[in-house]
């Protein structure tokens, strides 16, 4: 399977952004690509880099809505599965959201983010409501995939639960900025979850200029053993392809060995129980 990871600059244009995302999925469509993955709030600036101010609904759209509506008729056109985030409007609760539209245009499911921030810069817990979708796992034309939005993706618990949910391969729309973790530490830290949970990660990332923040771009892909396959170049827009075999995670080390070899029984709370002489 051919996958394509969307990274895009985003404009103050909304509809836009939205043409361009439009013509992307179709220029990645006739490359061969059956899978296109967006970056985080791929059709609106970055606002969350900003105190709220005003009515943090301003901005949000529901799912299904207009933007969703689009690129389902459009994945329905190509043949293809995709996977947006959107600032989802929700009745009075607002998300951080990415939809999951197969490869028929049928909206599987929407996957909210769990793990809310607040620093500077990312100002999240201004505008989003933490998610209450869990870690769903969604059976599409193209495989098993879940879903690791943004800041998600720190949380092993997170992840762990994708996999024991079957997921063979986790996308992540992203929102990360030059600098803002130790060189290295950005790709080696989804080379080491892959490698643990035995399913491939596929990281769309935002790039370019944004008031006081720039994007990086350098969006990856990585196979079940935690080898990068595929990188996108810094600082500039690109489609990112790639071919995977979902089939390889059988023959992982974490299929063979590790998720069999788990102990249930002894965790607590996501952790090890401690031992009686543990103070």
Known sequence: MKIALIQQSASDDVARNVERGIQTVREAADAGAQLAVFPELAFTRFFPQHRLEGDRMALAESIPGPITET????????????????YERAGDRAYDSSPMIDADGTLLGITRMCHITQYEGFFEQDYYDAGDTGAPVYETAVGRIGVAICYDRHYPEYLR???LGGADLVVIPQAGTIGEWPKGVFEAELQAAAFQNGFYMALANRVGEEDELTFSGESFIVDPRGQIIAQAPSGEDAILFADVELSRVQDSPARLLFLKHR?????????????PNQK
């Open 71 to 86: 690129f389902s008729a459009e994945a329905a056109k190509l043949g293809m599965v995709i996977v947006l985030n959107l």
């Open 161 to 163: 639960a994708l996999a």
């Open 263 to 275: 102990r249930p029984e002894i965790y607590v709370d996501g952790g090890i129980q401690a031992h």
